[in-house]
């Protein structure tokens, strides 16, 4: 393999060898060969030139598009703008995972309705970038993205989103879920909150109720997620924000149940979910559950044994546990040395400042409505702090309990409720991270459409975590968005030859690794 120049001498034309490249003795050696000439060749023919591509990736590039010639490639730099700068890697990456995972399938006849689905994925990976209204939406994917999309059409692709689209969305995503678990999921997590809303006037959906953000003068719904151990999407619903979250759990679980064809659960959720006629239907639909128990509100007799240090067993070092009867279920109790310090100290604080309102002010009013002050307080003729009180109370620092009548051991069924910080994650997830609150729509089914917009977006970000998580290391939902926003494209324009460069930027060692986890 050689490079030859043809020089002409009158009417003679003879060959002049410029390089000798090597020699080839198979074909694979042969294409590399000529890669290689191609590279120098072109790197010959520029002289002293600069160049924006490197020869060897211009060699590339002819191949996969050969409607462009050398000179294309070489550009003299002073002639160069820059235009735009794009961010690309959100795109890539997670619109790589929206295709991978099926997404596409949740419009209704996709082939024929690619617009629609295709402002249904940016949509839901702006809000991954970054979580604003719709119009705001539109806004930054084309001043950030280069994405031009008409704000009507956003909302048509939204009225595309109906229950038969949104159930789609869920069984794509418990698929998913159930796809990077072998088929087999025996643990959900269930936890309920409210989303309250821009607006004051309610309706079926939108009701006013207890309102976990404080905002009970506004409508709201609640809403329930079930996830795995990881945090990655079960099923979610949308109730009615008067109901009460307790009253949620069955009507949650038939429903997955008769969806799903599920055979074996372990339900494990909070106190606030626990009443006598949810653990009973939860027995007799043959539900196995770990939910938080009200230590409290025990008997007297259960109170002194949960209170006896003597039925304590020694885990680790400052970590005990007890198990007791209760109701044909167990009662696993455990104390934490690190929660009972903690405990104290929270009790200290607010008897500080009980402390200091009782100086301010001989009105009992300002403290005697807040249940926390109140406990702490006697009122016979003046108001004091009852000592009497405050020992009872000490003497449940650290002490934490659940109940269950799952088959496990009493160390595993701690471990399955201490995994339930996962979906309390989760929540922030979705409230923060992806900002479901406030919600600015106010028809029922644009309500729906905005929640199963958050909800694929959700799911994308916490597949995107787990598969890092087993393919690299551990990064954050924050951080793998901070690095994908950072992989950017410069749109630089040729003022002379009237072209336009995407110019990647330099990426980082974390969108390298995420990059290859998708084998982009």
């Not at 993205?145 to 794509?172: H, N, P, S």
């Not at 639909?285 to 770990?290: P, T, V």
Request: proline share 3%; glycine share 4%; charged share 30%.
């Amino acid at each position: 393999m050689q490079i030859v120049q043809s020089i002409r001498k009158g009417e003679r034309v003879t060959q002049k060898i410029i390089r000798h490249i090597g020699v080839a003795y198979d074909e694979d050696e042969l294409v590399q060969l000529k890669l290689l000439a191609e590279s120098i060749r072109i790197k010959l023919e520029a002289g002293g030139q600069q160049f924006l591509f490197k020869p060897e990736e211009i060699v590339n590039l002819k191949r996969s598009k050969e409607k462009y010639s050398d000179s294309d490639y070489q550009v003299n730099l002073k002639d160069l703008v820059e235009e735009q700068r794009l961010i690309s890697g959100i795109h890539q990456a997670y619109g790589r995972l929206f295709y991978d995972l099926g997404y596409k399938k949740v419009i209704k006849n996709p082939a024929r309705r690619k617009m629609a689905v295709r402002i249904f994925s940016d949509i839901v990976l702006s809000r991954i970038a970054n979580p604003v209204s719709k119009r705001a939406s539109v806004d930054m994917l084309e001043e950030d993205f280069g994405l031009t999309i008409d704000l009507d059409k956003v909302y048509r692709m939204m009225d595309q989103l109906d229950d038969q689209a949104i159930e789609r969305l869920k069984k794509i995503s418990y698929q998913n879920t159930l796809n990077l678990f072998g088929g087999k999921i025996e643990v959900i997590f269930y936890d309920a909150t409210t989303i309250y809303f821009e607006s004051f006037t309610p309706d079926e959906l939108k009701k006013n109720g207890f309102s976990k953000d404080g905002k009970s003068n506004q409508p709201q719904v609640l809403f329930t997620l079930m996830v795995t151990t990881d945090g990655l999407p079960i099923d979610y619903q949308i109730f009615p924000g008067d109901i009460y979250e307790g009253h949620t759990l069955i009507p949650a679980l038939a429903e997955i149940k008769k969806k799903y064809a599920i055979r074996r659960v372990v339900l494990v959720a909070d106190s606030g979910m626990l009443s006598n006629v949810n653990t009973h239907e939860l027995e007799e639909s043959n539900f196995e559950y770990i939910v938080g128990a009200r230590l409290r509100n025990m008997n007297s007799k259960l109170k002194d044994e949960i209170l006896n240090p003597e039925n304590y067993q020694e885990i680790t070092p400052g970590y005990q546990i007890a198990s007791f009867a209760y109701d044909n279920k167990k009662l696993i109790v455990n104390y934490s040395a690190k929660r009972a310090l903690k405990d104290r100290s929270d009790r200290e604080k607010k008897i500080e400042k009980l402390k200091k309102k009782l100086q301010r002010s001989s009105n009992p009013k300002s403290y005697l409505l807040n249940s926390g002050y109140r406990k702490y307080l006697k009122v016979k003729g003046d108001i004091s702090l009852n000592e009497e009180e405050i020992l009872k109370d000490s003497r449940w620092d650290g002490l934490h309990g659940v109940i269950s009548n799952a088959h496990l051991s009493s160390k595993e069924i701690l471990e399955k409720y201490n995994d339930l910080w996962n979906v309390e994650a989760s929540f922030r997830v979705s409230k923060h991270d992806l900002a479901v609150r406030p919600v600015f729509h106010w028809k029922p089914r644009r309500i729906k459409a905005h929640m199963a917009i958050c909800f694929a977006a959700y799911s994308l970000v916490k597949q995107m975590q787990y598969r890092v998580k087993l393919q690299y290391k551990n990064l954050s939902i924050e951080k793998i968005r901070q690095t994908l926003i950072r992989v950017q494209t410069s749109i630089l324009f040729d003022q002379e030859k009237r072209i336009r460069y995407g110019l990647p930027s330099r990426m980082s060692k974390e969108a390298k690794k995420i990059y290859q986890v998708f084998n982009i």
